[in-house]
């Protein structure tokens, strides 16, 4: 089992920044990819950011390139999400999830999850 913890979500002007983190705890958390989602009211969980186990390989969702960065500390069982140039429409909640194989796009693929935190951007 692994479990994930959020942090860092909050309210913040469009332009602005956050950094999300993802503690994890369990097993040992270098194992497993770890992925970003989010879900806004009404709307579908969608993915936002991968990385691998070791970091070397990651991915973004296109609405996000380019102003979100995705990294994570094995030593310290961390992942983090830096987001900068928010806009409204990156409000949502955001998960965090973790699975043993390559990192995927898809919600279900993933073994573990974060009770997600709240980003509200205002305009």
């Known amino acids: 089992q692994v479990q994930l913890v959020e942090s860092g979500g909050g309210l913040v002007q469009a332009g602005g920044s956050l950094r999300l983190s993802c503690a994890a705890s369990g097993r040992t958390f270098s194992r497993y990819a770890m992925a970003w989602f989010r879900q806004a009211p009404g709307k579908e969980r969608e993915f936002v950011a991968a990385?691998?186990?070791?970091?070397?390989?990651?991915d973004y969702a296109d609405s996000v390139k380019g102003r979100f960065t995705i990294s994570r500390d094995n030593a310290k069982n961390t992942g983090y999400l830096q987001m900068n140039s928010l806009k409204p429409e990156d409000t949502a909640v955001y998960y965090c999830?973790?699975?043993?194989?390559?990192?995927?796009?898809?919600?279900?693929?993933?073994?573990?999850w974060g009770q997600g935190t709240q980003v509200t951007i205002s305009s």
């Open positions: 999830a973790a699975r043993s194989a390559i990192y995927s796009y898809t919600p279900k693929d993933y073994d573990y």
């Open positions: 990385i691998t186990w070791s970091g070397s390989l990651f």
